[in-house]
């Protein structure tokens, strides 16, 4: 639902599935782990956030892409941005 169908509908080869040659993004999930928004938690040097003070419970642990390890206990241990710009194809 929110990778096979997208990768789909935007001809993204090597997309939208946990198989062996593909491209996946994977979030290990902590569905007890419990957090209250602060000002600033949202990373976008605003200082401002719209959901200060809302909690959530419910939030990813670890993230994987491509098979590496972005995050680990929710603390980002990624080096340096890794993003690539992929060319889709016309519908």
Known sequence: M???APARAF???GKGAIAEGFDADLAIWDPEASYTYGA???HDNT???PFEGTTVKGMPRHV???GELLVRDRALVAEAP???W???RAG
Request: hydrophobic fraction near 30%; glycine fraction near 14%; proline fraction near 5%.
């Open 64 to 66: 994987l892409s491509r």
């Open 2 to 4: 929110t990778a096979t």
């Open 82 to 84: 890794r993003g690539r």
């Open 11 to 13: 001809g993204l080869d």
């Open 86 to 88: 992929l060319p889709m």
């Open 40 to 42: 600033d938690d949202l």
């Open 47 to 49: 200082g401002y956030n």
